[in-house]
């Protein structure tokens, strides 16, 4: 693999570090210890009553998000 095609691959899996950070470092109303991604996955996953497919197709769309489109998405999401 040449330095293009390795910086193409990088590219389509780069995603927005606030995603890997925990809930209660990003979110002042959170306790949550897990990573952003987690609490987004989990939610799903008991929404779509344990269908892995379908909360992979809904927590997709998160990983392209700018830090800013993600923290009002996961806000409205899961703030109680």
């Not at 990573?35 to 927590?59: F, G, L, Q, S």
């Amino acid at each position: 693999m040449d330095k293009a095609e390795a910086e193409k691959l990088d590219k389509k899996f780069e995603h927005s570090q606030l995603i890997d950070e925990k809930m209660s470092d990003v979110f002042d109303w959170s306790k949550d210890d897990n990573p952003v991604r987690d609490a987004i996955w989990n939610h799903y996953m008991e929404a779509d009553n344990h269908d892995t497919m379908k909360t992979a197709d809904e927590v997709e769309p998160y990983l392209d998000m700018s830090d800013d489109d993600l923290k009002a998405k996961v806000t409205s999401l899961l703030k109680k």
